[in-house]
């Protein structure tokens, strides 16, 4: 009796622990726009298109941050993978025009409370270029629901200015400003190419504010054998990780990855990159937000 008591009360401890502590992938990649100069060099969409829904499905994303995505890019890879939804305006127009901060979810997993896009500028509200940036730079967000548990987060994406150092440094508060006028303990994962690494002024801005943290620092088991920025070389080397994924401390991080993988062309047998970055991804877990 006593025996199937304490094998009763142990299988239900597993069982709780199960249920609250639930977790998924998420992962940040940027696509390099599609342009008539990469197709010449043989690094063409029509081709990268289909490598890049192949490496989603097999490392098994479960949502995402993109950049660089045009409209026709963005639909042709939700048309290839099949079971996903993404959300996401043109940062020309607000509507379909120019490069998209997308997120891509599962629909099998999330269902999407609210969205919606700002820009990274003092006004936030229209399409324009903010401080030294060159270029106009959106955020993309979400309110999701995890469907197997009802776990309620948020999860922001975005592609900051590749020239502007303020702009990028007043990028980093303007988001951060976003998040702490959020109710206390709700999650908030932030994804996105920052171009900047590790060692620069926003990163640390973000990194050491207290409200988000680096999902590589977090990691016990990291497989991160080269930098993101790869130029469309597949024997490049650099330490410097300039696409980050954040997030807030009600996320615990099981591992970490800059996913270096390489395809061969059909034509030459030469070896190839489905994008000039190499995509992050993490495993988390979580506990149920309590309001």
């Avoid at 500028?121 to 469907?147: E, M, Q």
């Avoid at 099981?254 to 030469?270: E, H, M, N, S, V």
Wanted: glycine share 10%; hydrophobic share 35%; net charge positive.
């Amino acid at each position: 009796m006593k025996k199937t008591l304490i094998v009763t009360i142990t299988l239900l401890a597993l069982l709780a622990g199960r249920v609250s502590a639930q977790g998924f992938n998420i992962g940040s990649y940027n696509l390099r726009y599609a342009n008539h100069g990469d197709s010449l060099h043989g690094n063409g969409w029509g081709q990268r298109l289909e490598v890049i829904s192949q490496l989603i499905r097999f490392h098994d994303f479960d949502i995402f941050g993109t950049q660089e995505g045009l409209k026709h890019m963005l639909d042709g890879l939700r048309d290839s993978l099949q079971g996903y939804a993404y959300i996401g305006i043109g940062r020309d127009d607000g509507k379909d025009a120019g490069e998209h901060s997308a997120i891509f979810y599962k629909t099998s997993k999330f269902k999407l409370l609210e969205h919606g896009d700002f820009w990274l500028s003092t006004r936030t509200d229209t399409p324009n270029k903010g401080w030294d940036a060159v270029l106009p730079r959106i955020c993309t967000w979400g309110k999701f629901k995890y469907l197997p548990t009802g776990f309620v987060f948020y999860m922001f994406n975005l592609h900051m200015d590749h020239v502007g150092v303020v702009a990028r440094a007043e990028s980093a508060k303007l988001i951060l400003s976003r998040i702490k006028d959020m109710p206390v303990g709700m999650p908030v994962i932030l994804t996105g190419d920052f171009n900047v690494d590790q060692t620069s002024e926003s990163y640390a801005l973000i990194n050491n504010s207290g409200v988000l943290k680096d999902c590589y620092d977090l990691s016990p088991l990291k497989y991160a054998l080269n930098g993101t920025f790869n130029n469309f070389k597949p024997d490049g080397r650099t330490d410097g990780r300039i696409d980050h994924m954040f997030v807030t401390k009600e996320f615990s991080i099981q591992r970490y990855g800059i996913l270096l993988d390489t395809y061969r062309d059909k034509a030459t047998g030469a070896p190839r990159v489905p994008s000039d970055h190499f995509p992050v991804m993490a495993a988390l877990t979580f506990k149920k937000y309590k309001k």
